[in-house]
């Protein structure tokens, strides 16, 4: 390779080439252009090119599909990394490229950084092919060479020195320079057998990201050392290979020794005599592309609810002001119009529609946060009970209201009729939910958030905060009722019930007093509603003593972590395994399950969501205290402690941590269990 990698751009857009030749030319690269496919294969070919950016859509002539088919014919070419970049972003279109014998894809915009490391990356399994193949030509070369010295020796010396004896000389030589990358390579390397494709050799790098060791990967086959069983043959392999040289599988996902799963790129090349399988590690780039789509989708989320509060908040207003005249209207009119009038009853039901309208309209200017307020500081506690009646009158004598206050809540600022407001629209929902026998819960505390926290859970805000938590054992929502839940006229209850407007008025009365709502709710399991209102500080209250920050508890013992959420069970294993802990994660009780029986050491904490579809958490205890009669217990769940209680799946007395929770939060909670007598059965 050149000391500056020549990189082939080829776009029929000249603004689109000058703003990739920006970007690459500071990073050290020289850039050749070609406007055409046409244009391309010339400038191939009197060009040493190291890499090729191609636009897919290049009209009129070859489109970049076309282009790379030609380039993979060409052996003189064949192995030059191809990255299409295209708007394209329907899976065929990348099937399709995958098929033509492309090596990766950039979707436009463009990511500068995804870029650079797309390219480097690319240019990096380059200039391995390239020492390999070149390898390959000078073990040729030697081959040819030792013979032809072999044949005078005979000649000359008359010496008996057999082909057989230079040839192990010569691959005894080649041996160790060929050992030499493979042990430092930083992608895992596995070599494979031809015939059943068993793996002959693994690389260091293969062992690490696998944790198996050498020789319990040598003679196994790939699905024995966490390949998806479905993985393609030997066969198959050996059929793709022959017809495109290499074979590419992206985002695989791998079972390491322990259970984890990690998402790998898988590339294959016949070698002759084996097939080497490279393997590339691409969980984190791909935890951060999928971090990047969900910020995106919330953001979309935040934008079209902040539209729509604008559009609610200009309507509501006009249509007050016509309310206005027309119940001042109506007014005049029955003064006129006394009840033995005809028209007196008409009056009043105009009226009466007239003054429903209106409650509407207060509900969007709610939602929209442009209602009059007159907010004043509140104790959260005494709010709340002098309501408990109306409250219990409005669920109904079947549905059990039990209020559980908190100690020690600190005052909020706020309207008290928007407190009124935002419990009447909840308990209305609960009662909705629950169709008949029930039990609602309110109950109130502190909560505080981190910098660290809020980074890492969207929507919320680092500060002091009180909480008030309304639950029900009701029916519970699914993931797509739970994402529109607090869309303007967005309701899943029949045509007359139901307005839409309840949970969005609650919205934007939390939004209007800088505090944020977090939503967790299973079909059939119930719901719980907490909203997060900011700490009041009065003027004379004395600022609290600032303590030394301590540093969290850690461990190094393992814990079996069980949660069906997948971005929680992520999420969760991480903070574990940042303070030191090992982690068996599962996805499924069952699969914890398995994972304990075939678990060769000890584990010592089962860490469970209470609440999952095949067995709740207190079941899947039962059968791990089975296998390890000492292993301590931990349950979680989105729930509150009354309400998982009330249901009969826990104990209240079992160890038990509320999502949320902060690192903190989880850091000493699960020291806490560790170290105390073992855990209440």
Known sequence: MKDKPVILIVD?????????????????????????????????????????????????????????????????????????????????????????????????????????????????????????????????????????????????????????????????????????????????????????????????????????????????????????????????????????????????????????????????????????????????????????????????????????????????????????????????????????????????????????????????????????????MLDLNDIVESILNMLRRLIGEDINLSWNPGKGVCPVKMDPSQVDQILANLCVNARDAIEGVGKLTIETGMKTFDQEYCADHAGFIPGDFVVLAVSDDGCGMDKMTLNHLFEPFFTTKDVGKGTGLGLATVYGIVKQNNGFINVYSEPDQGTTVRIYLPRCVAADEIPAVIHPHKPDPTGNETVLLVEDEPAILRMTRMMLERMGYSVIPAGTPAEAIDLAKTHADKIHLLMTDVVMPEMNGRDLAKHLTALYPDIKLLFMSGYTTNVIAHQGVLDKKVAFIQKPFSMKDLAEKVREVLDKASSIR
């Open 12 to 376: 029929d857009q000249p603004q689109d080439i000058e703003l990739l030749e920006a970007h690459l030319v500071p990073q050290g690269y020289e850039i050749v252009k070609a406007a055409s496919g046409e244009e391309a294969l010339e400038k191939l070919s009197s060009n040493q090119i190291e890499l090729i950016l191609l636009d897919v859509l290049m009209p009129p002539g070859m489109d970049g599909f076309e282009v790379t088919r030609r380039i993979r014919r060409d052996t003189a070419h064949r192995l030059i990394p191809i990255i299409l970049i295209t708007a394209l972003q329907e899976t065929e279109d990348r099937v399709k490229g995958i098929e033509a014998g492309c090596d990766d894809f950039l979707s436009k915009p463009l990511d500068k950084m995804e870029l650079f490391a797309r390219v480097r990356s690319l240019l990096q399994v380059k200039a391995y092919n390239d020492l390999m193949n070149d390898y390959q030509i000078e073990l040729e070369a030697m081959v040819t060479s030792r013979t032809e010295e072999l044949r005078h020796a005979l000649e000359d010396l008359q010496q008996e020195i057999t082909e057989r004896k230079l040839l192990e000389d010569l691959l005894k030589e080649s041996e160790v320079r060929y050992r030499r990358l493979f042990e430092t390579a930083s992608d895992g390397v596995l070599l494979l057998e031809k015939r059943e494709g068993n793996i002959f050799l693994a690389n260091p790098a293969t062992t690490k990201l696998l944790g198996y060791s050498e020789d319990e990967i040598t003679g196994k086959v790939l699905k024995d050392v966490g390949f998806p069983d479905d993985f393609d043959t030997i066969q198959e392999i050996l059929q793709k290979l022959e017809k495109d040289g290499i074979v590419n599988f992206e985002d695989t996902p791998l079972k390491k020794k322990n259970g984890q799963c990690v998402d790998t790129d898988i590339y294959m090349v016949d070698k002759a005599i084996l097939i080497q399988c490279n393997i590339r590690d691409v969980t984190e780039r791909k935890r951060a592309e999928d971090e990047k789509e969900k910020l995106q989708a919330q953001l979309h989320q935040a934008q079209k609810m902040e539209s729509v509060g604008r559009l609610a908040g200009g309507v509501a207003h006009d249509f007050n002001n016509m309310l206005g005249v027309i119940l001042g209207h109506t007014e005049f009119a029955l003064e006129k119009a006394k009840e033995n009038h005809d028209l007196h009853a008409d009056l009043k039901e105009i009226q009466s529609a007239a003054r429903r309208s209106a409650d509407l309209t207060k509900q969007l200017l709610a939602f929209a946060r442009k209602q009059i307020i007159a907010p004043k």
